[in-house]
């Protein structure tokens, strides 16, 4: 077909950008500025989009990977990530590491705070057992804290002093979404070949915990009642932010109108 334009049919041209050793894709014709939203993003919940740098997060290297077929809409899970007063109820374990996760407070409410380890924990454990080699180039007041970033609309970035899990998510369709969770160590730790179950079993299990509970969720999010994305407690403004910030995405989309 010697007539065919290869340029005018060939693929598509995407927008990426590499941050923390992972491709950033954006499908926008015009791409909203990586620094102003991405970037952004951080800074906004810790306060300073420097205080992320100390955890290396370039150089780590992957300990573990998870997927995760939830029967879900991500926008479910993105709700249920940014708040916290269903963690003393369905994260026991993690509660014992975090106490203050059982008084409901959202890790996202605040912007610079990070969750404060119970005094026996030594370490982002599922049972609180020590933990793998620090990261060396923590802050004082980053150690025995984590910090929990969402970065809409696809990926939660969270912070422990040892590791870092990002989790990626994949709608597929309305109701289903395939998550991607790394769990991210010193590349030392890693070669070394040390055990990391213990930590990665923490997180694991609130995956587990909260997708199950999203996944419950879905079925009742059909309802008409819920047509207007239900009633939403002063606590939750941030996940009411997420709500303005989905519909004033979608009226900007062309192919929405
Ligand atoms: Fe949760």
Redesign the pocket.
């Known amino acids: 077909m010697p007539d065919l334009d290869r340029v005018a049919y060939g693929l598509v041209k995407v927008h990426v950008r590499e941050w923390l050793g992972y491709v950033w894709v954006c499908l926008a014709e015009e791409p909203p500025s990586f620094e102003e939203t991405v970037l952004g993003a951080v800074t906004e919940r810790l306060g300073a989009l420097d205080l992320i740098d100390n955890y290396e997060p370039t150089t780590l290297d992957l300990g573990r990977r998870i997927t995760y077929d939830v029967k879900a809409n991500w926008k479910l899970i993105v709700e249920?990530?940014m708040?916290?007063y269903?963690?003393g109820t369905?994260?026991p374990e993690?509660v014992e590491v975090l106490p203050e996760f059982a008084d409901g407070y959202a890790a996202q409410y605040y912007v610079g705070h990070g969750a404060l380890f119970g005094e026996n924990i030594q370490g982002f454990t599922v049972d609180g057992s020590p933990g793998v080699d620090r990261i060396p180039s923590l802050a004082d007041e980053q150690d025995r804290r984590y910090y929990a970033i969402t970065i809409k609309p696809q990926v939660f970035i969270n912070l422990v002093p040892d590791h870092v899990i990002i989790h990626r998510m994949f709608p597929l369709a309305v109701d289903r979404t395939i998550v991607e969770c790394d769990w991210l160590f010193l590349p030392e730790v890693v070669a070394s070949g040390k055990d990391l179950d213990k930590s990665v079993e923490l997180f694991h299990r609130?995956n587990e915990?909260?997708f199950e509970?999203c996944e419950r969720c879905q079925p009742r999010m059909s309802s008409r009642v819920y047509a207007d994305g239900g009633v939403l407690v002063p606590s939750e403004h941030h996940i009411g932010i997420f709500h303005d910030w989905v519909k004033d995405q979608i009226a900007r989309a062309p192919a929405a109108r």
């Open positions: 249920n990530f708040e916290c269903h963690c369905i994260h993690l609130v915990q909260d509970a």
